[in-house]
């Protein structure tokens, strides 16, 4: 049995960006991130002093396909969850055609 799984990066990286308001604040982060990468999520912060501090936490956005095969579905699932690189996790497992 054939199976093919997609996987992707579940590490993060952060960005920041300081302004006057919240609303800069996200735009400036935003225009940081990166082409191939994916918002997950932004966090204005005010500390003393008045100034928004924006604090954006990104993703590689890119899937990369996988597959494994084996005598079976739980060898050949095995088999995939096996290949799967460090730092990524396995998002789908679909029978492949024979």
Excluded: C, K, W
Aim: hydrophobic share 45%.
């Amino acid at each position: 049995m054939r199976l093919t799984g997609l996987t992707q990066s579940f590490e993060t990286r952060e960005l920041t960006a300081e302004a006057d308001d919240a609303v800069t604040a996200r735009e400036l982060v935003v225009e940081q991130v990166p082409d191939g990468f994916e918002l997950l999520r932004v966090h204005n912060a005010m500390p003393r002093g008045g100034r928004v501090i924006g604090t954006a936490v990104i993703r590689e956005a890119a899937v990369t396909e996988l597959e494994a095969s084996g005598p079976d579905y739980a060898a050949a699932r095995d088999a995939l969850r096996a290949a799967v690189p460090g730092g990524h996790r396995l998002l789908s497992i679909v029978v492949a055609d024979d």
